[in-house]
């Protein structure tokens, strides 16, 4: 029986265990300067279950937890005491905690369990706001009590993302830190932080003058590309075995494909869910790449179509991204897939309510033409659920053939 052969290949690099902090790529780490870092409620409406009230007291303790530990520092953490209405997120300087409540959200992506987007200027690192996103379309919140089934706690994940805010990635080899990248189901632990938690917040704000060069301790992650300040994502993964494919076995050495930087946590897409849900499946070479001229920072990337898999077939698509780089403020999304220009892809599209074409699922929804004639899907730096635990995850390689066959396949 014909089968397919999937080669997962990992390239990652070294991993330190410790707290690690973002940088922009000139070296500058990403911080606030002295002051009060003030966020605003705009929780309403909240979830099923959860009240704006109950919503709202819960952002008060995560600020709480962070503000404890940089107590003694010359920054502060605050909660504003007026709420705001609830909008998407801007660059206007006015840091915001919300629910995204629909599937057609603009700041969150399927499977995408929160997002901080935290903009700064491209010269210093200095972070100029701070906007938290908390998926409610897809995911389901809770306040941790001891009948949980299925929700997620929504205290653990703000003081997460309120680590993410203040300049803080995620944490390799300590599963107990806050700021750890995995997070399930049902668990609190993540309200309190760690011993790693405090180093990494000392590192930027107790350390030795350091404001605009590079990381005083722990690990540093620098951003490819442009300087461009971070958003950072936190999803759940949950691995699905991939079917065989009616094609002759294949041996992929997939090599040349940089690491991601940053990791998160995504629920999987096999490629008959992204078919299932794709407008548009092409093929096509990434021509060029251009960043918005207004309105939220994002790319758009131009391919030159050479095969439509599935849907209308034009001759060029754009499509849109969150990111890039804009009069000195930029915008980096840890789950957003980037076709770069040269490269030869297969996308998985999907349209926003404006009816612009965006990468179904992210980095999931992207497949890259590699050495030996394979495409390959980079989950690497992200985290897999596999079963009751949790894996690093891989590159995922296979035939066009496969693709193809695949994106005819009814979903699972």
Not at 335 to 342: D, F, N, R, W, Y
């Amino acid at each position: 029986m014909k089968r397919l052969l999937v080669i997962a290949s990992l390239f990652a690099s070294p991993l330190a265990s410790a707290y690690d902090v973002k940088t922009t790529p000139s070296g500058a780490e990403v911080h606030w300067k002295a002051g009060a870092i003030v966020l605003t409620p705009a929780l309403a409406p909240a979830p099923t279950g959860i009240t704006t009230d109950a919503a709202t007291a819960v952002l008060s303790a995560s600020i709480a937890t962070w503000q404890t530990a940089l107590a003694g520092t010359l920054i502060s953490i605050e909660q504003a005491s007026t709420p705001v209405a609830a909008s998407s997120h801007t660059n206007d300087g006015v840091s915001t905690v919300r629910f995204a409540m629909s599937a057609d959200d603009p700041d969150i992506e399927a499977g995408v369990l929160a997002l901080t987007f935290v903009q700064y200027q491209t010269s210093t690192g200095v972070a100029v706001d701070a906007d938290v996103v908390m998926n409610a379309s897809g995911f389901t919140w809770g306040l941790g009590a001891t009948d949980c089934a299925k929700e997620y706690d929504l205290e653990s994940a703000l003081t997460h993302e309120l680590g993410h805010a203040l300049g803080l990635a995620h944490a390799i080899g300590h599963p107990e830190a806050t700021m750890f990248a995995t997070g399930q189901a049902c668990e609190t632990t993540k309200r309190d932080l760690s011993p790693d938690d405090q180093a990494g917040l000392d590192s930027l704000y107790r350390a030795p003058a350091t404001s605009e060069m590079g990381s005083s301790g722990g690990c540093s992650s620098t951003s490819g590309g442009a300087l461009l300040p971070i958003v950072f994502a936190l999803a759940l993964l949950v691995r699905r075995r991939v079917a065989s494919a009616g094609v002759a076995g294949v041996v992929a050495v997939v090599t040349a494909i940089s690491v991601p930087v940053g990791a998160a946590q995504l629920r999987a897409l096999a490629i008959e869910d992204l078919a299932h849900d794709a407008v548009m499946i092409v093929r096509g070479h990434v021509v060029a790449s251009e960043v918005t001229p207004s309105g939220p920072i994002e790319t758009d990337a131009t391919l030159a179509v050479d095969e439509c898999l599935a849907g209308p077939c034009p001759t060029t698509v754009v499509v849109r991204r969150r990111g890039g780089e804009r009069d000195g403020i930029g915008v980096m999304v840890d789950v957003e897939a980037v076709p770069t220009i040269g490269t030869e892809v297969v996308v998985y599209l999907r349209r926003d309510r404006a009816g612009t074409l965006h990468v179904l699922g992210g980095v999931q929804g992207l497949w890259q033409l590699a050495k030996g004639g394979v495409w390959v899907r980079d989950l690497r730096g992200q985290h897999v659920r596999v079963a009751d635990h949790w894996e690093e995850g891989a590159t995922e390689a296979v035939t066009l053939a496969a693709l193809r066959q695949r994106s005819r396949q009814p979903r699972r």
